[in-house]
């Protein structure tokens, strides 16, 4: 039995040994592999700066220094801007507001160029709402008016809410083209064709994109509004980060509705609008009326039930308990409230003016270790007799005609427009904005036609950006401690991922105390000679026992092999010894 114990002494040992060999060899393994990621993410970076030609990015920096380039457009467009210059171009408006007070009336909120706050580009810039709580309008003319014709239209500009929002917008306006179109005078009245972007506020998050519909019969504009997008737009108003908005407009009458050049809506003008653009065929008769006799009701009482005779209406739904018993050491002269003693009447307290004084009520404390006080009622419980008032049981109704609706009769105000996409011209942009929150930042609109040349205009600006940020981002560590800032709970999680492993090593690649019958094996008996007969008897029953469980573990694999070896020569050496 000794020498058996000792071997699984030994061969225990050794496992854990393999064990945390294997620990280090997983180790670098997966060190290796994040160094290669790593690697991997630079040679991204490189890449994407040849491709930019305007990015130099130094790996010994947190940061990523950007040789910024205005970008310009590669292909026909009908409008761009990137106020590296200034507002040339933009006209402020001067008009009031309709219907308020002149004072609040005014578009007085003030404009300004200027870069970002944060993951700034020297030489970027962009206009920025700098007024709390006013109305802000600006607008410009296009380069060429676009005509809704045969091609695509298309809008993309950038939006960052450097503090948030609270309340507000950052849409824009197309203007509709008219002979009386003055910029100085442009309002929330002024007629545009499409309205575009966020806006938020409390917990509502919207992406616009209305646009005005004339209703060919009447002559009259109707706004109709897109669904909304199916996706969180929360962390696009909250994240203060520059994100890109693009909406495309196709000829057959489609949509697509991008942010970050990720499709996030899309549909078609003439089915995914509120209202819709084409009224119903028929509508209800406004002057039909529904008959008196008319019967909605599915279900009646039956009138040939009959109350039975035993069903008492008089029984009461509660009843006194008469087996319940009073608990004993119920106090039944102490009252469950008495004035306070340490209570003392103000010495202000007028008994002709207020009354006599009487100190406030407090729980008698001579309750709180009593079943109970005062008199002691039987407790109520459910009366088995009661059956409430009797009702007839419901039936079919054998008059029942369905919910009564008006007829339907030809709508007199019905068109059809097959092309919606045919919209009013547009020749103006605006933006006409009333926000709770300052420093909305707006940069590099652009309208055009073609999808590549949108997307070319987008990597060489807003691509830019967003390298910027995504290399001036905190470490992983940085993350970490933040998000446990917000959610405390976090660190029991942080906790818990670190101690697992370290606990786990400890215990088992750490060494442990040696048991009693492992040391003294070891010790050498010098009072008792070995002989050579009993050393080679002894050495072949390990080797007999060493054979029998090998047997039993031969489907282990080859990760035994080195630590079986390992015990067998260590075994001999001991017998040696």
Request: a negative charge; hydrophobic letters at 35%.
């Amino acid at each position: 039995m000794l020498k058996l114990s000792i071997l699984q002494i030994t061969k225990m040992h050794f496992q854990w040994d393999w064990l945390c060999l294997r620990v280090l060899i997983i180790s670098s393994v997966t060190a290796g592999m994040r160094n290669k990621e790593n690697l991997d993410a630079d040679v991204e970076v490189e890449n994407f700066d040849k491709q930019s030609q305007e990015a130099d990015v130094d790996r010994d920096k947190s940061s990523i220094e950007v040789v910024y380039q205005t970008p310009k457009p590669t292909g026909e467009v009908y409008f761009t801007e990137t106020f590296d210059e200034g507002l040339s171009g933009w006209v402020l408006s001067v008009t009031l507001k309709e219907d308020m007070d002149d004072n609040v009336a005014k578009y007085d909120g003030r404009w300004e160029v200027e870069e970002l706050k944060e993951n700034a580009m020297p030489g970027d810039r962009g206009l920025v709402l700098k007024s709390v709580a006013k109305y802000h309008a600006i607008s410009a003319m296009l380069t060429k008016a676009f005509v809704f014709d045969d091609k695509p239209l298309i809008v993309q500009y950038e939006v960052n809410f450097q503090k948030g929002i609270d309340c507000g917008g950052a849409y824009i306006k197309l203007l509709s083209s008219s002979n009386d179109l003055n910029l100085e005078y442009f309002f929330d009245k002024t007629p545009y064709t499409i309205m575009f972007g966020p806006d938020k506020c409390g917990e509502d998050y919207k992406l616009h994109f209305i646009f005005r519909h004339k209703n060919p019969k009447t002559g009259e504009y109707d706004e109709k509004h897109a669904e909304r997008p199916d996706v969180d737009l929360k962390k696009y108003y909250l994240d203060k980060k520059t994100h890109l908005y693009t909406l495309v407009l196709k000829p057959d009458d489609t949509f697509e509705i991008l942010i970050d050049q990720i499709v996030v809506s899309k549909g078609s003008l003439l089915e995914n609008m509120i209202p819709p653009v084409n009224p119903s065929k028929e509508i209800e008769d406004p002057t039909d009326k529904k008959p008196d006799d008319w019967d909605e009701r599915p279900k009646i009482p039956d009138p040939n039930a009959v109350k039975p005779d035993d069903w008492d209406e008089d029984e009461p739904a509660k009843i006194e308990d008469p087996d319940a018993v009073k608990p004993e050491g119920w106090l039944d002269d102490e009252p469950q409230y008495v004035p306070d003693p340490n209570a003392n009447k103000p010495k202000d307290w007028d008994e002709e003016m207020d009354g006599e004084w009487e100190a406030p009520q407090i729980p008698n404390p001579k309750c709180e270790t009593a079943p109970g006080c005062g008199e002691w009622v039987h407790p109520m419980k459910n009366n088995p007799k009661y059956k409430g008032k009797w009702r007839a049981p419901m039936i079919d109704n054998p008059n029942y005609q369905g919910i009564w609706s008006p007829r339907k009769i030809p709508n007199p105000d019905y068109f059809e427009d097959l092309h919606p996409f045919k919209m009013t011209t547009v020749s103006a942009i605006g933006l006409e904005l009333w926000s709770m929150t300052s420093d909305i930042y707006f940069d590099n609109f652009i309208i055009c036609s073609e999808k590549e040349v949108a997307d070319r205009w987008a990597a060489d600006s807003w691509g830019l950006k967003k390298l910027v940020a995504s290399a001036n981002e905190p470490g992983m560590f940085s993350q970490l401690v933040t998000a446990a800032e917000e959610h405390p709970w976090l660190w029991v999680l942080y906790i818990l991922t670190l101690a697992l492993p370290i606990g786990l090593s400890v215990l088992f690649c750490w060494p442990g105390k040696k048991s009693d019958e492992y040391i003294n094996f070891k010790k050498p008996d010098v009072s008792k000679q070995i002989t050579k007969g009993e050393q080679k008897e002894e050495t072949e029953e390990l080797e007999d026992n060493e054979l029998e469980e090998e047997k039993e573990n031969e489907d282990t694999g080859e990760d035994e092999i080195m630590p079986r070896q390992l015990q067998r020569n260590i075994v001999q050496l001991l017998q040696l010894s």
